[in-house]
């Protein structure tokens, strides 16, 4: 099986395009909220969820560059748009636009995270699928994890640069 041993089906998920998947998290990135439609397409419970890594939906075809790309940019206090795909707890998946940002405390400091997640264009995904199992094969050419990820980002950052485009244009070009 690809990149690691997780049950997967193969079988997307979809949700309507009125509907919006929220979720909160700490600064570790540990469940703090989950509204309705994400325990829904996500196939968990409330309980399940709650205090676990968000990282519990990542689907292995999710390039580990582009997570690291959207956590260097919420902690550095910014906003991130970014196209992500997630596995359901049965092993179906679900793709996203996924609208992170930082919340900040009173103190001015972040106190962790918000997701919006939203219907992606299907035409956007025909340009996304094929970049991100791209990525994804760079980060397999190494056996070292660490390795495959700086090969991946330089290949995103090579085909931005190519195209003269920061990550967040790109995502809004498609």
Not at 80 to 100: E, K, Q
Request: glycine share 6%; net charge neutral.
């Amino acid at each position: 099986m690809k990149h690691d041993q997780l049950f997967l089906t193969g079988v997307e998920r979809y949700f309507d395009d009125t509907e919006i998947i929220v979720s909160k998290t700490d600064t570790k990135g540990r469940i703090t909220y989950a509204n309705d439609v994400f325990l829904r397409v996500a196939g968990y419970s409330e309980k399940q969820l709650l205090g676990q890594p968000h990282s519990i939906i990542r689907h292995p075809d999710m390039p580990r560059c582009v997570f690291s790309l959207l956590w260097e940019t919420v902690a550095a206090g910014r906003e991130i748009f970014a196209y992500v795909i997630n596995r359901c707890a049965n092993g179906d998946h679900y793709w996203v636009l996924a609208n992170v940002t930082p919340t900040i405390g009173r103190d001015g400091k972040i106190i962790g995270y918000h997701s919006n997640r939203r219907v992606p264009r299907r035409d956007a995904l025909k340009q996304v699928i094929p970049l991100y199992a791209a990525l994804c094969e760079e980060e397999e050419k190494e056996r070292n994890r660490k390795e495959g990820m700086a090969r991946s980002t330089a290949k995103l950052g090579a085909l931005l640069a190519d195209a003269g485009i920061d990550y967040d244009q790109f995502v809004f070009t498609l």
